[in-house]
């Protein structure tokens, strides 16, 4: 049996993740990004280091617990970092890494989709309940 590099070893590993398998890690990762609010705070983020209190006044709706959670989860994944900077009152950074920047990326194309196609899904869905309600 060859000796494998640590290199290799990770390609492998890397190799063996598939989401369409209930064990598989990528499924709860998948799940977590999959969030909304996940999406809107990264694409928040993408601008440049914002404090908590800027974040929560772009992110319309989100209660200080939801938002307080996705920041903590988002630190724990390594896509964001959380700097405390000594003073009065104790000010809160929170920056994109560059895992979360990559990241950050795709999520804000998917909302530029969402933007961009919301009319026409609106339209889908009118037409979709004016048939299912014509066969009731």
Same mark, same amino acid.
């Given at each position: 049996?060859?000796?494998?590099?640590? !290199? @290799?070893?990770?390609?492998? &590993?890397?190799?063996?993740? !598939? =989401?369409?398998?209930?064990?598989?890690?990528?499924?709860?990762?998948?799940? *977590?990004?999959?969030?909304?609010?996940? &999406?809107?705070?990264?694409?928040? $983020?993408? !601008? +440049?280091?914002? %404090?908590?209190?800027?974040?929560? %006044? @772009?992110? =319309? +709706?989100?209660? @200080?617990?939801?938002?307080?959670?996705? $920041?903590?989860?988002?630190? %724990?994944?390594? $896509?964001?970092?959380?700097?405390?900077?000594?003073?009065?009152?104790?000010?809160?950074?929170?920056?994109?890494?560059?895992?979360?920047?990559?990241?950050?990326?795709?999520?804000?194309?998917?909302?530029?989709?969402?933007?961009?196609?919301?009319?026409?899904?609106? *339209?889908?869905?009118?037409?979709? !309940?004016? %048939? &299912? +309600?014509?066969?009731?």
């Amino acid at each position: 049996m060859a000796t494998m590099t640590a !290199d @290799q070893r990770r390609e492998e &590993a890397r190799a063996q993740f !598939d =989401a369409y398998l209930a064990s598989c890690p990528s499924r709860k990762l998948l799940d *977590r990004i999959s969030d909304k609010w996940v &999406a809107l705070v990264l694409k928040s $983020l993408a !601008d +440049g280091p914002k %404090r908590y209190s800027d974040i929560s %006044r @772009q992110l =319309a +709706g989100v209660s @200080q617990k939801m938002l307080t959670q996705t $920041l903590r989860n988002l630190e %724990r994944d390594g $896509l964001l970092t959380r700097t405390v900077t000594p003073s009065v009152p104790v000010r809160v950074d929170y920056e994109l890494t560059p895992l979360g920047a990559s990241l950050g990326a795709v999520m804000g194309r998917l909302k530029t989709w969402a933007e961009e196609h919301m009319a026409e899904v609106e *339209r889908n869905r009118a037409a979709y !309940d004016a %048939r &299912a +309600g014509a066969t009731r």
